[in-house]
């Protein structure tokens, strides 16, 4: 392994350790991970900064929830989860099975969808037991940001187990530990260099939050997003040394994407006009073509992409990027997201061990080579 | 040899572009989100499904990030 494949696979390894709880916005590991981090780049030359933001509301699963049927115990993130339109029920509630035939839905759990908050709020029902899907290794993944919060406690219910459920009815016993309250966020921010006025300026941005651990089981948020960071950390050590005099070069490490993009957006509105922003959500697992969506005056960025791609070999094509590349965009700044797979997407097995060294590399070529060829087309 | 939805045969294409790179300036809603893989089949409320996306009436007039 060569100097910098252990660079980013320390990056990496570090974010995703048990010491940063998962690195969710407003934690102590959250925080703790910004500091470690701001180390890294003052220890690559840049000049570091700190900017604070609220985020109005993240969702936080403070107590293991609970989901038993007829007397049989079921495994939270496996068989069911907490839905983001949940109220907070901390203690395990009982009640009676019913569908939404039942005439009087009071004090009974509903099989049903989530289009059906409305009346079980109206009847006084327990809540509501909703059906949902699973990845590939039988996971529902975990997210922190989403709608409104309802009346009603309501459970996302494995597919198959909610149709047994609605077959077989029977009792129920369920708990629901979530609140959502405001949360503070803390960007980090590095100048490698300053641009000469009226001259090209380049940002890497990536999100260094995830979205959290469990009370009782590791969110490590390898892929999603320490696999970004170090990319971007590492591209910047590489173009810090090499680019032109007068070409700007920035960093910033972005809290609060999983709650909802918070310090992007917090952060676009202060960025140079005419800056071009690249980021990097997922370089963990590449298979096939790297997935590109770019936003505002993006032209010259995607050219110089695609040329970049072509010499370093790294096949790209148009995907979906709903990340914060969306917020410099929206803010009128040319700005694309790339991302290059998230195997274990946030799940507990979201580890180090399946984020690929030879993704990270192809992913720091590609942006090194990227950034190089649009320097290379201003100058 | 893994075909694509733009038409590109991946076995053909040492780097760059599977196609027009304009089309990423309009990129298809399908496919993932965050570059991930394969959406999670899911029957959530639409928008808790996005990674790190609020739901829109979160975030006036700042551009929703599920777009």
Known sequence: MNGTSRRLREVVEQLAADEFSGRRIGTAGGRASGQWLAGQLREAGATVGFEEFEAPSVRDVYATPVLEWDGVRLTHRRDFAEHLTSADLPQPLPGRLATVDEPAWTGHWILAGPEQLRRAADEQAAGLLVPRGVDEAGWMPKMIAGPPVGAVPVISVRTDLHAAMTRRLGRVRASVPMRSSPAAGENVHAEFRAPRPGGVAVLLTAHRDGVGDDPDVRFPAAADNASGVAVVVESA????????????????LLDGEEAGAWGSAQHAAKVRPGTYVINVDGA??????????AGGPAGPLLAAL????RRVGVALRAGAMASDNR?????????????????????PVETPDRVEDATLLAATRLVVATVRKLMGSQE | MIVYSMGAVMSDVQGGFLGDPAEALRPPTAGGCCGSPAPVPSEEVSASDCCGSAAPEQVPDRGNCCG
């Open chain 1, 237 to 252: 050590r590489q173009l810090a040394s090499t680019l032109p005099a007068g070409i700007g070069l920035a960093v910033a």
């Open chain 1, 284 to 293: 963990a697992q590449l298979s096939g073509a790297a997935s590109v969506e």
């Open chain 1, 306 to 309: 695609d040329q970049a791609g």
């Open chain 1, 327 to 347: 917020r410099y965009a929206a803010a009128g700044l040319p700005a694309i997201g790339i991302g290059m797979g998230i195997p274990g997407y946030q799940t």
